[in-house]
């Protein structure tokens, strides 16, 4: 896979690049990048990139011919993607989607955005890390090339592991974890962590992902495949949840 990115603030993106799974994957080879300043192509004597919005309003639009000049520069683009609160949400189905891709150009926005031509001419598609603002897109496009770059083969030393994480296939969130020692300041891990049954064990984290999804993100269930052990486990929980309602009335609590 290869990542152009075009940014005002390639300092930005180099400093994450250089830390943790993106840079192992690329001393292996499995991602490239190429980094594009936008102020490269500025023709102001200032590399000044942005300029007042046509109608009024607040705050700088970035020009056309800076983003033109510097998207043309790459030849082969692949998939172009603005950064962008406008854009489409990013999530995991689309994470997997893109790390099939051979090529991607991330375009970081910056101020109230960019040039609408620049979108019409160049633009596949808007992407989102979420419905907040940022300063600028360097740190969407972070989020995306991370989230990317696990999904490509090779990238992690054991391929398994990125399907046992939080949003992997079966769309549930991630199972409480615990490491040594299995006491703690009074503080104990679960008993059946500790028993060595493993079907217990596949048991038990399969139900905690489903009461974490229920209580952090119950919209997920919209999108989610239920298995047979998956309903079996969901009416367990709300079984200890009804005995749990009725002891606390008995009780007057």
Not at 67 to 73: H, N, Q, R, S
Not at 78 to 87: F, I, K, M, N
Not at 165 to 182: H, I, K, M, V
Request: aromatic content about 8%; proline content about 4%; glycine content about 8%.
């Amino acid at each position: 896979m290869v990542f152009n990115i075009l940014t005002l603030f390639p300092e930005t993106i180099r400093c994450f690049l250089r830390e943790s799974i993106v840079k192992r994957a690329a001393e292996k080879g499995v991602v490239r990048f190429s980094i594009v300043d936008i102020r490269e192509f500025s023709t102001d004597r200032h590399k000044k990139v942005d300029d007042y919005p046509f109608g009024g309003g607040t705050g700088m639009v970035l020009s056309p011919d800076p983003l033109f000049k510097a998207l043309e520069c790459l030849g082969d683009r692949g998939r172009t993607v603005y950064l962008s609160p406008a854009g489409a949400l990013l999530d995991q189905p689309k994470v997997r989607e893109l790390a099939r891709l051979e090529r991607m150009t991330l375009l970081c926005g910056h101020y109230e955005g960019i040039d609408q031509r620049v979108v019409d001419r160049f633009v596949d598609e808007q992407i989102s890390i979420g419905d907040y603002v940022l300063t600028g897109g360097e740190i969407a496009a972070a989020v995306l090339v991370d989230s990317v770059t696990r999904e490509i083969d090779e990238t992690l030393g054991n391929n398994e592991s990125k399907f046992e994480e939080s949003f992997d296939s079966t769309g549930l969130l991630e199972y409480e974890q615990y490491t040594r020692p299995a006491s703690y300041r009074g503080l104990e891990v679960p008993a059946v962590l500790l028993s060595g049954n493993h079907g217990e064990i596949e048991r038990w984290r399969l139900k905690r992902r489903l009461v974490n999804t229920m209580k952090a993100r119950p919209e997920l269930f919209g999108r989610i495949e239920l298995t047979n052990e998956m309903r079996d486990i969901l009416e367990e929980i709300h079984n200890d949840a009804a005995k749990e309602t009725s002891h606390e009335s008995s009780t007057g609590n």
